[in-house]
């Protein structure tokens, strides 16, 4: 965990230790070639600017998922931040002026340390379960909790905003 900015406040517990068994499984791990906070994208635009790709190893248990998948050109992909701090409900962002609740935030660190990753497909091999990846922002070794088809004509929202305090 990185060290406490001014105007950050912690949790006085870690959610870890309070929270009930959702049955949560992971379904294989990010295979990217960051291995430390400091040199990893902060977010996806980073990342494919980066233009480094990456994969995803899906665990030989799920690969019959995977069925149908070579006919999408991007997926959601959501992981367990597993290196994530969890006790922090105020942030002070680097880049914010003020400090923000962790639900008006992307940071990594919060609750429950779900990462959502829109990600182009490059390719994808279904008998060993690799996703091949145009980019990641996420450190090498992350587990995968599910992976979705994006569909721009449902999921996209070009209205959507987000003004700056």
């Known amino acids: 965990m990185t060290e406490k900015r001014p105007g950050e406040i912690e949790l006085p ?6 929270a009930s068994d ?10 990217s070639p960051w291995t430390d906070r400091q040199h990893c994208p902060k977010n996806m635009a980073a990342a494919r600017e980066a233009g480094i790709p990456a994969s995803v190893e899906i665990d030989a248990a799920w690969r019959e998922g995977l069925a149908g998948l070579e006919n999408v ?5 959501l992981t367990w931040l597993d290196r994530s701090a969890r006790n922090l409900i105020v942030q002070q962002p680097r880049h914010a002026k003020n400090p923000r609740g962790v639900f008006a935030l992307r940071s990594p660190a919060r609750p429950n340390p779900v990462g959502l990753h829109i990600v182009r497909l490059t390719g994808i091999d279904l008998v060993t379960g690799l996703l091949h990846l145009e980019a990641i922002d996420v450190l ?20 959507a905003t987000v003004s700056q305090p």
């Open 13 to 18: 517990f870690d959610p870890a230790e309070t």
């Open 140 to 159: 090498d070794g992350t587990p995968v909790i599910d992976v979705k088809p994006y569909y721009a004509s449902t999921d996209a929202v070009p209205e």
């Open 73 to 77: 050109s991007h997926v959601a992909i």
């Open 22 to 31: 959702a049955r949560l499984v992971f379904i294989g791990r990010v295979r």
